[in-house]
Structure formats: C-alpha cells, structure tokens
C-alpha cells in the first residue's frame, strides 16, 4: 500500500501492488550532479499493480469495501519498481470469491506474475487495517488516564 498521486480523477488516497521479488541493486548513477563512480546499493521492489474497480466503488458511508482487480498484464502500467521506502504498510487483500477465479484451469500466462492463482476481483480489508490502527494508537482512542485499573 502505498500513497497516491491522484493525478488523475481518482480520490483515493492509496494505491495497492503485490510484491513479487526483492531486489537489491549496486548502481552508478551518472547523471548530472554524479560524484565519483562508486557502485550505490538500491533497493527495490517489482510490484504487480492492483487497479481501483470503479463500477463498484466502497467508502465508508456506502458501507462497502473497496474493490481491486489486476489489469491485464500487457497494459504498460500493469508491473513496476518501487522504492522500499514508499510502501506505507502492509494490508489484507481478500479474494472476492462469489467473483471466481481469472483461469478456471489454474494455469496462468506468467510464473513471474504468479498469476496462476489470480482471483478475478479483491476487496481491501479495511477492518484488518482499522483494527491494526485502533491496536498501535489506542492511546488515542483510549488515553491511559480514561482507563481504571484495579489493584
């Protein structure tokens, strides 16, 4: 998960990827401002983007998760690199199972992508998140000097 742009017609605040490798990367940079040609330890992750279902689209106030699917793996934005430290955190990803699967076989187009398993639609579990939350900043929502202990 990680903040979006929202350069388009999106409000959104987050965009959604599945990691699919780690890589650490020794690269010279030799662009304008370059210092010497040392060798740069990059790390990276190659990411398979989730796009944003907007035909079923989930807020708060409509009570509805968020849907994802991933775009086909020709489209030009369906795949990417990512600085480590962009990612915001972690989240839950459920299948939307009453959607089926994308390959009823279970044979993919790509053991890269690891799309073999693909569901054909994702909700983004806002509960996992919201619980997650009210856990490492319950001192927000229940400062320690509201809560009685017992001796």
């Known amino acids: 998960m990680v903040l979006a742009e929202n350069d ?3 409000d959104h605040p987050f965009l959604y990827a599945r990691v699919i490798g780690v890589f650490h990367v020794n690269a010279v940079y030799t662009g304008g401002t370059m210092v ?3 060798p740069r330890k990059v790390d990276v992750l190659w990411v398979r983007w989730f796009e944003h279902d907007t035909n079923v689209p989930g807020s708060w106030s409509r009570s509805r998760l968020d849907r994802l ?5 020709s489209h030009e934005d ?4 990512l600085d480590p430290a962009d990612v915001v955190r972690g989240c ?3 299948p939307a199972f009453a959607a089926k ?3 009823a076989g279970g044979q993919g187009l790509s053991c890269c992508a690891k799309d073999s398993g693909d569901w054909r639609s994702y909700y983004v579990n806002r509960y996992a998140i919201f619980s997650a939350a009210i856990y490492f900043e319950s001192d927000i929502l229940f400062p320690a000097s509201s809560i009685a202990t017992c001796s």
């Open 8 to 10: 388009d017609d999106s």
């Open 36 to 38: 010497d040609y040392h």
């Open 69 to 73: 699917s991933f775009p086909p793996m």
């Open 78 to 81: 369906s795949f990417g690199f």
């Open 92 to 94: 839950h990803i459920i």
């Open 101 to 103: 699967r994308r390959y």
